[in-house]
């Protein structure tokens, strides 16, 4: 502080210049309280003290529907829930304001479990009888998966799976590609992905919209508990990523929370290792500031201690690749390559990875008791038994 005004450096490589903004008092002392939440960053036209009360508002409404969420769940996990339903908490939860003391998440750890640890039982899900007549439903489409999964399809399996930008090599001949290396999601073609059953898990209809918690346009109290209304029922969210790479690449081990996932191979080869969950050969690296990588949430890394109960799949042009909700892998570049992802999350599935990242994100950041449930505690080392057997407090 430089008597009443507020000096923020420039840091970072992003601004031309150091700014200094003229603050009252009041402001200042809201200002250093507000210094307590990591990284805070003065955005234009919200101060730090709004800030930190919008943040800790919007935990306190996100917290309360997750609360709201439990009764019903039934009935979301079917991806049924109605939009009248969810309008009714959603205004029930729009008036909650904090308190002294942080928001308390429901004690009924079957539901958070169910709910946030295993995405709508997609994790390690039970089995289930197949409804008559999808007794051979086809294996690269099945959801939720067990097992992982590769094939090599031919051209005409192909292209009764999936549009032809996803899989067919001789797109990709242009001098654009020879040398590309990029990561990065491809917007637009969701009406294109749709068409497919391989993608849609059944919904009748598919989002045009971005997911929220892949839109790295927000700001955290960009997210209000209003948002949820776009969740509605009989609606997949699809998302598609090029991965394109030099030989040499290697992503580390790590596991995600994407509950349905199939990945192709356009050109190149790439190798899969995967390891089953809870195999205790990985040792995992804690994520003490999840706020700071907010669209890793779901994603955890770890090194190899051993390579014992690995399994090894090698994709070619033409592979489809599919790993498991939550199993550990690694994916090395054996040759330059070139290979799409394709992911979707229905109903219940889009609410669970967007408001388990708000609560994650929101406690990390306000020094809040941490409601993380990607961490590797519940998964890896079998917490979410606990929680469902009523053996273990909820964000404890």
Not at 16 to 38: S, T
Not at 53 to 69: D, G, M, P, S, Y
Not at 80 to 109: K, M, V
Not at 205 to 216: A, E, L
């Amino acid at each position: 502080f430089r008597g009443s005004s507020v000096h923020i450096p420039c840091t970072n490589g992003c601004c031309a210049e150091a700014l200094v903004i003229r603050v009252g008092v009041r402001a200042c002392r809201a200002f250093a309280q507000a210094l307590v939440v990591p990284e805070v960053v003065m955005e234009q036209g919200l101060n730090p003290g709004k800030q930190r009360w919008a943040l800790r508002t919007h935990l306190v409404q996100f917290v309360c529907l997750v609360n709201e969420l439990g009764p019903v769940y039934d009935v979301l996990e079917k991806n049924n829930l109605s939009i009248g339903t969810l309008n009714r908490i959603i205004r029930r939860c729009s008036h909650e304001q904090p308190t002294d003391e942080w928001p308390r998440l429901t004690s009924d750890g079957s539901f958070v479990s169910r709910f946030l640890v295993r995405n709508c039982d997609s994790y390690l899900p039970r089995k289930r009888p197949s409804p008559e007549g999808e007794a051979n439903e086809d294996p690269v489409r099945e959801c939720p998966l067990r097992e992982p999964l590769h094939a090599t399809l031919n051209h005409t399996q192909l292209s009764a799976r999936a549009p032809r930008w996803v899989w067919d090599p001789e797109i990709y001949r242009t001098k654009r590609w020879e040398n590309a290396n990029i990561v990065g999601d491809i917007l637009g073609r969701e009406k294109d992905l749709g068409r497919f059953k391989t993608f849609t898990q059944g919904q009748p209809h598919v989002s045009m919209v971005t997911p929220r918690w892949r839109r790295q346009d927000l700001n955290e109290w960009d997210h209000t508990p209003r948002d949820a209304m776009e969740y509605r029922p009989g609606v997949v969210w699809v998302n598609s990523e090029v991965w394109a790479a030099p030989a040499g690449k290697d992503t580390g081990w790590h596991y995600d929370y994407d509950s349905h996932v199939i990945l192709f191979q356009v050109k190149g080869s790439r190798r899969f290792r995967v390891q089953e969950p809870q195999s205790g050969a990985l040792e995992w690296e804690p994520l003490e500031e999840p706020f700071k990588q907010p669209i890793d949430y779901g994603t955890r890394w770890a090194k190899a201690r051993s390579d014992v109960g690995e399994r090894t799949y090698d994709t070619r042009p033409g592979s489809v690749m599919r790993v498991p909700n939550g199993w550990p892998h690694k994916v090395e570049y054996r040759e330059r390559s070139i290979g799409f992802r394709v992911a979707s999350w229905t109903q219940c599935q889009a609410l669970s990875m967007w408001l388990g990242q708000r609560l994650c994100l929101l406690t990390t950041r306000l020094g809040a008791p941490r409601l993380c449930f990607d961490d590797e505690g519940y998964r890896e080392h079998g917490r979410y038994i606990a929680l469902e057997r009523g053996e273990a407090a909820v964000g404890v």
